[in-house]
Every structure is written in structure tokens, then in C-alpha cells.
């Protein structure tokens, strides 16, 4: 990975669990949309996200959802 990668200001992993702690071992501020969610709510979330109009902000609205905020 380039510098540019491993510094990055934000990252969002739109993985199940086990993925997103892999990618959170590299990137500690990691935001996850998916966290604590069954398969189907994590499906619906990821059409949500993809139809969007803004996939960044829906993807963080579910991430601050998912982190309890």
C-alpha cells in the first residue's frame, strides 16, 4: 500500500466483521456502516448505500447509527 493509503483521513469498510477487523489492525479509525447488524439488515444497508444519491454520507449515517450516535 502507498503512503497515501495508509494515512488516509477516513476509511469505511463496508465488510462483516471479521474484514473490518483486519482493515481496523491497519486503519484504527476505521467507520463501519455494517457493524452489530444480521446479514439481511447488512444487505439492505448495502443497497441503501449503492442507490443513494450520496453513497459517503449514507454510508456514514449508517456507520454513526451502528456506533450508537
Not at 1 to 19: C, K, N, Q, S, T
Amino acid at each position: 500500500m502507498g503512503r497515501a493509503l495508509l494515512h488516509a483521513p477516513e476509511v469505511i469498510a463496508l465488510a462483516g466483521r471479521d474484514y473490518a477487523n483486519a482493515a481496523a489492525a491497519v486503519w484504527p479509525h476505521l467507520l463501519r456502516p455494517l457493524a452489530g447488524a444480521g446479514i439481511g439488515t447488512q444487505l439492505q444497508r448495502l443497497t441503501r448505500i449503492a442507490v443513494a444519491r450520496d453513497p459517503r454520507a449514507a454510508a456514514l449515517a449508517y456507520a454513526a447509527q451502528a456506533a450508537g450516535r
